[in-house]
């Protein structure tokens, strides 16, 4: 009886091992998810909140309005 309850424990504790390690694989794929995320949409968009002023007011010198 006693061996068959640590054979479990020890079952159990590789398994939550496995589950730790895919957790943390998993935690730093949406890590990785995020920063390019920011890095490629949100960083563009205030690079856009920059220069259209500039371009809106280029083109309004040019066309005399």
Same mark, same amino acid.
Do not use: H, Q
């Given at each position: 009886?006693?061996?068959?309850?640590l054979? #479990?424990?020890?079952?159990?504790?590789e398994? %939550?091992?496995? +589950? $730790? +390690?895919?957790?943390?694989?998993?935690?730093? $794929?949406? %890590?990785?998810?995020?920063? %390019?995320?920011?890095?490629? =949409? =949100?960083?563009? #968009? @205030?690079?856009?909140? =920059?220069? +259209?002023?500039?371009? #809106?007011?280029? $083109?309004?010198? =040019?066309?005399? @309005?």
């Open positions: 009886m006693d061996n068959e309850i054979d #479990l424990l020890k079952k159990n504790d398994k %939550l091992e496995k +589950i $730790y +390690i895919s957790t943390e694989k998993t935690r730093k $794929y949406f %890590l990785w998810t995020m920063i %390019l995320t920011i890095a490629l =949409v =949100v960083l563009p #968009l @205030l690079g856009l909140i =920059v220069a +259209i002023p500039s371009f #809106l007011s280029n $083109y309004s010198s =040019v066309t005399g @309005l």
